[in-house]
Structures are given as structure tokens and as C-alpha cells.
């Protein structure tokens, strides 16, 4: 490979990292500065870095701004006042954090009239104690943190479990999945014990064969740790054939989740799945997206008759989103394999399934219809 295509590939990699936040917090921002309800967003960038690649490329802390300035002048092109958005940047060394404030007054990215701008140079674990902390205490305020650094010896899931608990707030970290898993073929380090230890008994942690079934295994292990109440996802980061890394997603509300299962699909628009540096090619068929899918989903239909609600939430949960499964639904319901009922009997109109946040969050609409496969 040529050493310029070796260098762009790189450079790539690192960037996809910050474009999957970009995409999921132009969505998450829209929803929460109209959901009528919040009056405050804080963002908190918790290994911020210095905010410039060394090609020019921008990194989180100004992904991060772009996206609220973009939100705060659609907002006020529209005539409308959202929440204030509270954007704090910390990192463990001064003078990137200072890069980040330079780079920021030259791009024009902040005013003071979005919110509040806070920079410090803590170390993480403090960061997280206070969060901990503040967060139980927030009215009407939500709040999203980004964990993005070099190891995961600093990672608890401990942490990650008690920064949700409060029920506001969101959280993408990406860990170094791939030195992690090879740490693991070559025997594995304290750390990664400990680290492992948190999530499950270390006695049952299966031997990985591969970076992926390493992701796999831990998305699983953070989803039975922290339970049916929250929702885990991952993207991967796929920089050569060989290397492969993972962004984690936590959120204690169905609506973020799917929202960063939007923001995945739009990057890997085939699986859904994650980057890969060969390129992500669309293809025209549909079927080949949902394949494994529409397995999933049948054996949950087959089981016994479901809601929309309940198909709603299988959907989310299963990494897919709901026109994948209005998408399947319709090309059972045409070949006769699915009956649709209504709640009380009512008629349903073809191709009416109501998998959707709008009916999920009322208790009646949840269960406007049921499914049954014939
Ligand atoms: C992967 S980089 C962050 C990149 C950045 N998010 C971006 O998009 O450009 C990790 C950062 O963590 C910082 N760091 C290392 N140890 C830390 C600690 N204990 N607490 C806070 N920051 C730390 C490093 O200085 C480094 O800038």
C-alpha cells in the first residue's frame, strides 16, 4: 500500500470516531431542545485532546461546538429558543486544552448566548466523581459524556453504571478493543482482569478468537451488568484488516438509543454495524441488511403473539431500526405468514404497524395492534 493511502486510512480512522458523535448529537440535541421539557443540556467532553488533527482535521471538542452553533442558528433561523447548552472540555494536559480554547476563538464556534463554556485540566476519575455526583441533582437537565481516551486502565464500569443511574444522561466511550483483545491472546494483564472482573466473573469470560467476538462478548457482559433498564450498543472502527476498535453506547432512554442507532445506519448504511476502511459500498438489496434480523425477529414472533411496543423495543434492542422491521413485517404480511390485530378487534389497515417512539411512550398506543405469525 502506498505510504500516502496508509496515511489517509489512518487519518480516516481517527475521523469516524468524531463524525459518528457529530451525526448522533445533531440528532440527539434536535430531539431534546423540542421535547418541551429540558431546559439545559451539558455536554461533557471528558478527554477532550487538543481539538485540531495534525492535517487540519478537527477533533471532538470542536465537532462538538460545530454542532451546537448549527442547532442554535436552525433554532433561531426558526424564530425558536431552545434549552441552553452547557459545553464543559477537560483534559489531563494544559496546553492541549488551551489549543482547544485557540482553536475555538479563531473558528468562531461559541457564543456565550448557547450556553455556558467551561475548560479544565482535571484527571478523569475526578471528572467522574463529581459527575456522579451532580447529576442525581439535575431538574429538567440532561446531560451527554464523552469518554474517549487512550487506554481503558482508567474505565470502570462501575462509573458508567453510576453516571447513568441518575436516568439523564447518555454516554459514548470508545475503547482500545483491539489492544485489549490482543493483550488477551497473549495472556492477560492485571488491568484487563480488573477490568473484566467488574462485568462479570472473570472464571466465566470466554477465550476470544478474534476482535469481534471479544466486542461481542463485552457489549453482552456491559448489557447483563447493567440491565434491562438500560440500552448498550457498539460501532467498531475497523482500521486495517487486522485492527479493529469499538465505540460503546449507553443510554437510559429509548428514544437516545435509538437515535445513535440512526446515526450508525447512516454511517454503515449495509449493516449497521460499524466503519470499515475499505469503504462501507451500498448495495441495492435490502434483504442482505436485514437477513440476520428477520431470524431474530421471527423466532420472537414465534414464541407468542407481541405488540407494536413490544416489536418496538426487540427492534431497538436487536441494533435494527423500525422501517427494518416495517420493511419485513410488510413482506410477511403480504405472503400471508403474519396476522395483524387490533386491540379490541378493530380492522388494522395493511401495512399499519405503529413501531415507533410516538406509540411506545403512551400506554395505550403501545398496544395499538398485536402480532401473531400463522
Ligand atoms: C484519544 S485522546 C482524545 C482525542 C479527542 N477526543 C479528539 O477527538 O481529538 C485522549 C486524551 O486523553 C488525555 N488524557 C490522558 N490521561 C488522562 C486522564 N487521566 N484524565 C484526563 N485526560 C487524560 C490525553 O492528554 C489525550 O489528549
Same mark, same amino acid.
Given at each position: +500500500? ?9 487519518? @480516516? ?8 458523535? $457529530?451525526?448522533?448529537? =445533531? ?18 467532553? %471528558? ?10 482535521? @478537527? ?7 460545530? @454542532? ?6 436552525? $433554532? ?60 442525581? =441533582?439535575?431538574?429538567? &437537565? ?21 453516571? %447513568? ?32 472482573? @467488574? ?17 461481542? &462478548? ?8 447493567? $440491565? ?31 437515535? +445513535? ?34 431470524? +431474530? ?36 404480511? &403480504?405472503?400471508? %405468514? ?16 405503529? %413501531? ?15 402480532? =401473531?405469525?400463522?
Amino acid at each position: +500500500m502506498p505510504k500516502q493511502d496508509v496515511k489517509r486510512n489512518l487519518l @480516516e480512522h481517527s475521523a469516524v470516531k468524531v463524525r459518528l458523535l $457529530g451525526i448522533y448529537l =445533531k440528532r440527539y440535541l434536535n430531539i431534546i431542545s423540542n421535547d418541551g421539557y429540558t431546559e439545559k443540556i451539558w455536554i461533557h467532553d %471528558l478527554f477532550c485532546g487538543e481539538g485540531i488533527y495534525e492535517n487540519g482535521g @478537527e477533533g471532538s471538542p470542536l465537532v462538538i461546538l460545530r @454542532e451546537v452553533k448549527d442547532l442554535h442558528f436552525t $433554532g433561531v433561523a426558526r424564530d425558536k429558543k431552545g434549552p441552553l447548552i452547557d459545553c464543559h472540555f477537560n483534559d489531563l494536559e494544559g496546553e492541549k486544552v488551551k489549543k482547544v480554547e485557540a482553536s475555538i476563538k479563531v473558528k468562531s464556534l461559541y457564543y456565550p448566548r448557547f450556553g455556558g463554556l467551561r475548560f479544565t485540566t482535571n484527571d478523569y476519575k475526578q471528572e467522574v466523581k463529581e459527575l456522579i455526583d451532580t447529576l442525581p =441533582k439535575l431538574k429538567k &437537565q440532561k446531560a451527554f459524556i464523552f469518554i474517549d481516551p487512550y487506554d481503558y486502565k482508567s474505565i470502570k464500569a462501575n462509573d458508567i453504571k453510576d453516571l %447513568l443511574a441518575s436516568g439523564k444522561a447518555e454516554v459514548l466511550l470508545f475503547l482500545p478493543t483491539q489492544f485489549m483483545y490482543r493483550f488477551h491472546a497473549n495472556g492477560t494483564p492485571e488491568a484487563l482482569k480488573d477490568f473484566i472482573e @467488574e462485568l462479570t466473573e472473570y472464571k466465566n469470560w470466554r477465550e476470544n478468537d478474534s476482535p469481534w467476538s471479544f466486542i461481542d &462478548q463485552l457489549k453482552e457482559a456491559f448489557r447483563a451488568f447493567l $440491565g434491562s433498564r438500560f440500552f448498550v450498543d457498539t460501532f467498531t472502527i475497523q482500521k486495517d484488516s487486522n485492527t479493529v476498535f469499538c465505540l460503546f453506547f449507553f443510554s437510559s432512554h429509548i428514544k437516545g438509543f435509538e437515535k +445513535m442507532l440512526e446515526a450508525k445506519w447512516e454511517i454503515d448504511t449495509e449493516q449497521g454495524k460499524g466503519w470499515h476502511f475499505s469503504g462501507n459500498n451500498p448495495t441495492l438489496f435490502f434483504d442482505q441488511k436485514t437477513n440476520g434480523f428477520q431470524d +431474530m425477529l421471527k423466532a420472537f414472533l414465534t414464541t407468542k403473539a407481541r405488540t407494536n411496543g413490544e416489536v418496538y423495543e426487540f427492534t431497538l434492542r436487536s441494533g435494527f431500526l423500525p422501517k427494518h422491521a416495517n420493511e419485513i413485517l410488510h413482506n410477511w404480511q &403480504q405472503t400471508g %405468514l403474519l396476522k395483524v390485530n387490533g386491540r379490541n378487534s378493530e380492522k388494522v389497515r395493511k401495512r399499519s404497524f405503529y %413501531l415507533g417512539y410516538q406509540y411506545y411512550k403512551d400506554d395505550n398506543d403501545k398496544q395499538k395492534v398485536s402480532f =401473531k405469525l400463522n
